[in-house]
């Protein structure tokens, strides 16, 4: 499993590795732009052979783009709509020009609408942008499940997976946070492993492309996304060892999210922590 954290690529992209480096990363997750506005961020050639140069002398193995939080793929506003899209497709080619493992996607929200057909427009929205952006695979994330988000169980990544014609560039990333708010208890090796054998018997486990690592601030099927520091918050060190322990997860790059010591984001001791956790996880079963 490649452990590691969500970092910030600000003063340019190798920043992000000297900062996953830092952390004693396996696996780094960045933004390609600032999440909450719409305006991209253009990366020259030289940006890019400097971040790829930075790589290649890490230890990093593997590198996650989120895309930005504005993105809605399944709004009926056509404004956002294009800008969704737009915004996704430069996501996914950045991922091309740094290779990128993936483009790490919220599938959207229906709002207070009919959620089969915002799980159809998302489906076109994201065909649409794989249709413009090279070879760079997208991974849908669960969601906790407020409001009308999409994706919050199985069966609902499933139908998402449907929409976007079962398009061999589109994975999976599971949040162990969203997974437990919305209803899945993930705090044993045992109850993993039924969401494992869930996503065998609806997606296909091949479909499992990377993880997101954060304990989870409010109970079970609380629907409510906030994220603990890890063995900080509901799942507590039981629960996120069996999550880094499971078999099905130790090929796949896995980030954390949390919020960290002042909000200063996950530390070189949690990171070191959560490896800490899965040779635990992985002594018990």
Sequence with gaps: MLI???????????????????????????????PRTWKPT?????????????????EIDAVLIHAVYLLNCASEDADIRVKSIASLTHSLRVGEQIGASAVVLHPGSAKTGDVPSAIARAGEAILEALAESGHCPL????????????????DELAQLLDACGGHERVGLCLDSCHLFASGYDIRTAVGVAGV??????????????????????????????????????ELGEPGCAAFLSEPAFQALPCVLETPGVQRSGPSAEEVAFA??????GLAAR
């Design 139 to 154: 991974h849908l994330e669960n969601t906790a499940g407020t409001g009308g988000t999409l994706g919050r169980s199985i």
């Design 275 to 280: 490896m800490t956790l899965r040779e635990r």
């Design 196 to 233: 494992v054998g869930e996503v065998s018997a609806k997606v296909g486990v091949e479909r499992l492309g990377s993880l997101h690592l954060n304990d989870s601030q409010t109970s079970l099927g609380a629907n409510r996304d906030r994220h603990a520091n890890i063995g900080e918050g």
């Design 4 to 34: 590691g954290a969500h970092v910030s690529p600000a003063g340019g992209l190798p920043k992000a590795i000297e900062r996953g480096v830092e952390r004693g990363c396996r696996a780094i997750q960045i933004f390609n732009q600032s």
């Design 42 to 58: 253009s990366y020259g050639d030289a940006d890019v052979a400097a971040f790829r140069e930075a790589m290649a002398a890490s």
